[in-house]
Nanobody, 124 residues
Framework: QVQLVESGGGSVQAGGSLRLSCAAS?????MAWFRQAPRKERDWVAA???????IYADSVKGRFTISKDNAKNTLYLQMNSLKPEDTAMYYCAADGKLLLRWISRPVPADFGYWGQGTQVTVSS
């Protein structure tokens, strides 16, 4: 069983930066960040495999960076040049399978483990 605990959310003005963290217990082959705004579906943001492969949603490409510290088993999401439309609850997700070999656009059903979420609010 894998447990995921997110931290690092908060409120920031447009153009600012935040870094989210997700501490994982147990083996994780693929990890990802999703986000969900009120009354909207949960959308994929970025994903990383244990071999270092990364993919990003077009909406965040060039602004967000996903990384993982394998020694600490912790996932990060560095978010720069934040926009009001980035406002959402951000969720960390993980799975025991290497997913990025097979999928280019993850969906929530691809991941078996989820964190509780951390709120990010960007004001204009």
């Amino acid at each position: 069983q894998v447990q995921l605990v997110e931290s690092g959310g908060g409120s920031v003005q447009a153009g600012g930066s935040l870094r989210l963290s997700c501490a994982a217990s147990g083996y994780t082959a693929s990890m990802a960040w999703f986000r969900q705004a009120p009354r909207k579906e949960r959308d994929w943001v970025a994903a990383i495999d244990s071999d270092g492969s990364t993919i990003y949603a077009d909406s965040v490409k060039g602004r967000f960076t996903i990384s993982k510290d394998n020694a600490k088993n912790t996932l990060y999401l560095q978010m720069n040049s934040l926009k009001p439309e980035d406002t959402a609850m951000y969720y960390c997700a993980a799975d025991g399978k290497l997913l990025l070999r097979w999928i280019s656009r993850p969906v929530p059903a691809d991941f078996g483990y989820w964190g509780q979420g951390t709120q990010v609010t960007v004001s204009s």
